[in-house]
């Protein structure tokens, strides 16, 4: 008889003390019994490590994990060693899990027998002035196999945070999958996903939102820029050219490719090089954009008919297609620094 529990969720917790109740509670009580929380406290020199030991010594499907810090990477895969549940789940320490989230997408798991369920998720931006704006993610039902990825590779890939998602954690251990520890300074998620997405025969998508994502504007505007990020860049992208050419078979749309590979790659870098703290040289930028430019998940040339497409539809994808493909780099950079209405929009709702 197979005892392991349905779910586990893991929490790395650091310095969370004025969120982490929230946050745990929120997981606690969902409306499905037989799921673990795993808190794995990274060396919080706060009070949140006390915290943690207090929900365990109430709740007995709580576990924690004391760590000296070692980074989310880190605290993410101490989780990962001590799961048993058939499927795990993610959760942020400052996050929120909305009713029925583990109830729903277990069941839906099981229903489709998939590796990988997704779920939306809501995006709260939250002012220093105490104004909250929303944004809502949108996504569609839909389960598809192994042999169709190519099919909806957009779809597939655009959704990469590890806490809107369950995965099947045999497929985790049998490929001994972990969060990548030199990552530290983002893109850790997407580096997971690649990974498992290479071993994944099922995925599912419900369109229904049931995680409340929090960022906060101090933290989101005080980012300080690491040039080792962008070597981590790289790694991800020989990640997604491996799962280009041997999941997809390289049968993807030029246009689904090439927009989004520019914006979830060459705009969102141009971007991090634009920040403030950024040492870099305008020429060390374009150095680098023309390195990107020479990965092999990039076509020699782009047809003519898809510049002209996603001209119709986006100027900005057009802009910084058109500019990268003719390696116009540093055209493209000034364009985008200077902010001439090339940065992304987001539809935020007042709340």
């Known amino acids: 008889m197979d005892n392991r529990r349905k779910v586990s969720i893991i929490m790395p917790v650091y310095n969370s003390e004025k969120y982490l109740k929230k946050a745990v509670d929120s997981v606690l009580n969902q409306d499905f019994e037989d799921f ?77 027998n998939v590796d990988l369920m997704r779920y939306a998720k809501i995006k709260r931006l939250e002012k220093d002035d105490g104004r909250i704006w929303e944004i809502h993610t949108r996504i569609q039902d839909m389960f598809i196999e192994r042999k169709d990825f190519y099919k909806f590779y957009r779809n597939i890939r655009r959704e990469d945070t590890i806490w809107t998602a369950f995965y099947r ?23 997971f996903n690649l990974q498992f997405l290479m071993h994944c025969e099922k995925l599912g998508f419900n369109s229904k939102e049931y995680y409340s994502w929090t960022q906060r504007e101090s933290r989101s505007t005080s980012r300080n820029f690491q040039r080792d990020y962008l070597e ?20 993807v749309t030029n246009r689904m490719k090439n927009e989004f590979l520019i914006n979830s790659y060459v705009y969102p870098i141009i971007d991090y090089m634009c920040i403030q703290t950024c040492d870099m040289t305008l020429s060390e ?16 040339n782009i047809p003519k008919k898809t510049l002209a497409s996603v001209r119709k539809d986006n100027l900005r994808v057009y802009i910084t297609m058109k500019y990268f493909y003719e390696r116009k780099y540093k055209r493209l950079i000034i364009l985008i620094d200077k902010g001439t209405g090339l940065l992304a929009k987001f ?5």
Do not use: Q
Not at 82 to 88: I, R
């Open 285 to 300: 930028k374009a150095s680098y954009l023309n390195r990107m430019r020479n990965h092999p998940v990039f076509d020699k």
């Open 347 to 351: 539809r935020f709702k007042k709340v």
């Open 36 to 112: 673990e929380l795993i808190m794995v406290d990274d060396g919080s020199p706060d009070n949140s490590g006390t915290i943690c030991d207090e929900y365990a010594k109430k709740y007995p499907n709580v576990k924690v994990v004391h760590k000296s810090n070692g980074g989310i990477c880190s605290a993410r895969n101490a989780g990962l060693e001590v799961a048993e549940g058939e499927y795990v789940g993610f959760c942020d320490n400052d996050d929120i899990y909305l009713p029925h989230l583990i109830r729903d997408n277990y069941e839906l798991a099981k229903k489709h």
């Open 169 to 191: 954690r045999e497929i985790i251990e049998k490929n001994h999958i972990r969060f990548d520890e030199r990552f530290k300074y983002g893109s850790e998620d997407l580096n």
């Open 232 to 251: 981590k860049n790289m790694i991800n992208m020989n990640l997604e050219y491996k799962f280009y050419s041997e999941i997809c078979h390289k049968k």
